[in-house]
């Protein structure tokens, strides 16, 4: 089945430590998203990338940065700089960022403070 | 700036009940418009989207209502079931400058048996 993969589920982060959130897909999607969801809140865009070795910062990007090696990947890493980690992550892709494409989402990390 | 206004924040309704929540734009330039159907610790699923060429869409038990000149749509859900239950979101992109979603605050609805 084709779809997107997040892992892990949960995350814990320590003070001072940079942690990093996968993002799989096999949609053969040329696009991918990172969102972050407080509760009772919608989703914020923090990165996308619109093709291999390129990305755009969105909204909230301070305090996370991204890398896009391969079409299927697109990792996330909070940073110790971003000083209010906690909350759930989710990473979509699309076909494009033209046409209207739906975007598909994974099923999220939730990332808490130990 | 919050360019996309969704109320109510959360929804009770019967089963059976007509469920309706409502989302308002800014951005005139704005001409798609999806909705999404999230479940705890899951990640949104589109659910149903319209374009701005008409006013209404319908899917099964889910239509879309769209008010251009009021820049406003509406999500209503009829016969409306337990399994409903769930977190929706309204959302809104320009075609012309790609495919970058502004999503709603998000409604939490709950139907009762």
């Known amino acids: 089945d084709g779809g997107i993969t997040q892992s892990p589920k949960y995350l814990f982060r320590k003070e001072g430590q940079n942690v990093t959130l996968s993002c799989e897909q096999n949609?053969?999607?040329?696009?991918m998203y990172w969102y972050r969801q407080d509760p009772g809140q919608g989703l914020r865009l923090i990165y996308y990338?619109?093709?291999?070795?390129?990305?755009q910062k969105g909204d909230i990007a301070e305090g996370y940065s991204v890398s896009r090696e391969k079409k299927e990947s697109f990792p996330l890493t909070v940073t110790s700089a971003q000083k209010n980690p906690t909350a759930f992550y989710l990473c979509a892709s699309s076909m494009g960022l033209v046409e209207r494409q739906p975007q598909h989402f994974g099923d999220g990390t939730r990332l808490s403070i130990l | 700036q919050q360019q996309v206004k969704q109320s109510p924040q959360s929804l009770i309704v019967q089963k059976g009940g007509i469920s309706i929540i409502n989302c308002a734009y800014e951005?005139?330039?704005?001409?798609?418009f999806p909705w999404y159907q999230q479940f705890p610790g899951k990640g949104p699923a589109l659910l149903i989207a319209i374009r701005p060429d008409v006013s209404e869409k319908k899917e099964g038990r889910f239509t879309i209502s769209f008010n251009k000149s009021a820049k406003q749509f509406s999500l209503h859900i009829m016969d409306s079931q337990p399994g409903d239950s769930a977190t929706y979101f309204c959302?809104?992109?320009?075609?012309?400058?790609?495919?970058?979603?502004?999503f709603g605050g998000g409604t939490r609805l709950m139907v009762k048996p």
């Open positions: 990338s619109q093709i291999v070795n390129d990305f």
């Open positions: 951005n005139t330039a704005f001409d798609y």
């Open positions: 949609l053969n999607h040329d696009a």
């Open positions: 959302a809104a992109s320009n075609g012309n400058a790609g495919n970058m979603l502004t």
